[in-house]
């Protein structure tokens, strides 16, 4: 027979196992995996998730605040923007739907920021010394070939996610709790380059943030695993621009083709997949190909994301996909030139924060309940800003169709997304009044995450020796 404490460690280990992607990295970082699932013991989440679920009317005052906006003014403003989608660094209706709503519920807008036209913070008109509490927006759509379309719901990011603040800010007024709620407007989620949301951490916007919460759209509810990781694997993103000489293609011999470089690339790459590791993903266009079918190429362009679950062995794909690159120039006599204009990488997920959010997600309704974790994650895809301060991504089931799909932004309109919506902003409202009003809880998140981060180090050095370079000797 097991003894109770003895099966509490077996479950924190086996907790911890899962907190890494690949076997590769919970093998070779078995240390690191081995001190989260003692920092995870030390925790004791699950008694801080049973304390913190107890009976509150007043928290739960909050939640209903959340839901009132959602009902009364807020799902409208989502299937609005929905109807009306703006892509990436173009969103100025839904900014401007956005932001006049906050300052006409006193908040101070500064628009504009970090030098990108569609970011922007608002700060709250009453806020007091005390923790800041972050909430980030997001509103770009997608680009498609029907069209710019919300196929991945950050039409109701904005929404849901000013519900939450503005009910918790109202709450710190009420109360005269120390406190104050700041709402971070990112343009472009999806688009590079570079992440918008980087741009903003590298200029200092989220400075002061002591806790950041996010919504977004998913096909159950769900939380990540703690640990490092991103949604959607470490990325660099790469402009390959290839350059030749033109010709009449009549005589093409006379010229280079930049065109055949760049197929050439792309045969490169099919050429070395089998040689990489299974994980590895490499994904690319053409965004320029010549102008005319009898004129030879003298410019073309390959658009690539090369991603990796982890930084270390990513930089090893980097340098394969580059010197294909470099093979393709020299076979046809073009140029070359490699320009990398984005990255993303791991962000730091603390389970003090995922575990209270997914049981508040559960609480309030949410369906299709996935009670494994994922795989760790930040809470935001670039990763600079959820390696620098906690926070937590909510992701109720809102979407019975698969992410960037037509289904989804149809979803955004129907039941199945407004509920979805309205479990979100109820559970982020609570979290961040448990945040505001227990010291307690934000000494404990703020020690899993700094934890955490100090153990990052540790786990890069250890895969840097996972992925040994073969020595390749000279024929």
């Avoid at 990112?186 to 916007?205: L, N, Q, R, Y």
Wanted: charged fraction near 20%; proline fraction near 5%.
């Amino acid at each position: 027979m097991i003894r109770p404490i003895h099966f509490a460690v077996l479950l924190a280990v086996a907790s911890a196992l899962q907190a890494q992607d690949t076997p590769t990295e919970r093998a070779a970082a078995s240390q690191v995996v081995k001190k989260m699932a003692e920092m995870q013991q030390s925790l004791a989440v699950p008694t801080l998730v049973a304390r913190l679920m107890r009976p509150n009317a007043v928290r739960d005052a909050v939640a209903a605040r959340a839901r009132q906006l959602m009902d009364t003014e807020l799902l409208a403003m989502s299937d609005d923007l929905t109807r009306h989608p703006e892509v990436g660094f173009k969103e100025e209706r839904s900014v401007r739907i956005l932001t006049e709503f906050l300052e006409a519920h006193d908040f101070i807008v500064t628009r504009g920021v970090a030098g990108l036209s569609t970011a922007f913070v608002a700060t709250y008109r009453h806020g007091t010394p005390g923790p800041n509490l972050g909430v980030i927006l997001e509103y770009d759509a997608l680009r498609g070939t029907k069209g710019d379309f919300h196929g991945d719901q950050h039409s109701a990011q904005g929404p849901t996610g000013i519900a939450a603040g503005l009910a918790v800010a109202e709450f710190l007024t009420r109360s005269k709790t120390p406190g104050t709620v700041t709402f971070y407007g990112t343009p472009a989620e999806e688009m590079m380059p570079p992440p918008s949301k980087t741009v903003m951490h590298d200029a200092g916007v989220f400075s002061g943030a002591d806790v950041i919460v996010r919504s977004h759209s998913s096909m159950a509810t769900e939380r990540a695993a703690h640990g490092f990781g991103t949604c959607c694997l470490n990325i660099d993103g790469v402009s390959y621009i290839y350059s030749g000489a033109p010709a009449h293609q009549m005589t093409a011999w006379e010229g280079r083709d930049a065109l055949t470089a760049v197929i050439h690339l792309f045969n490169n790459i099919d050429a070395i997949r089998r040689t990489l590791r299974p994980e590895t993903r490499i994904q690319g266009i053409i965004t320029e190909g010549g102008k005319a079918p009898n004129v030879v190429p003298d410019r073309a362009v390959a658009d690539f994301y090369i991603r990796y679950p982890d930084q270390v062995y990513l930089t090893q794909v980097r340098e394969m996909v580059d010197n294909a690159a470099r093979a393709a120039a020299l076979a046809t006599g073009t140029q070359v030139k490699i320009e990398p204009y984005g990255s993303m990488r791991d962000g730091i997920s603390v389970a003090t924060l995922n575990e209270v959010a997914f049981a508040y997600l559960k609480k309030f309704g949410g369906t299709n309940v996935q009670d494994e974790p994922g795989k760790p994650q930040g809470y935001e895809e670039t990763g600079s800003v959820s390696s620098a301060i906690p926070g937590v991504g909510f992701s109720a089931h809102t979407s019975n169709g698969g992410f960037h799909t037509y289904e989804m932004e149809s979803d955004a309109l129907g039941a199945v997304g407004h509920t979805g919506f309205v479990v979100n902003a109820q559970a982020m409202a609570s979290l961040l009044y448990d945040f505001a009003t227990s010291a307690e809880y934000r000494a404990l998140v703020q020690r899993e995450f700094a934890g955490t981060k100090a153990l990052f180090g540790e786990y890069v050095a250890a895969l840097e020796k996972a992925y040994p370079r073969p020595v390749v000797k000279a024929p």
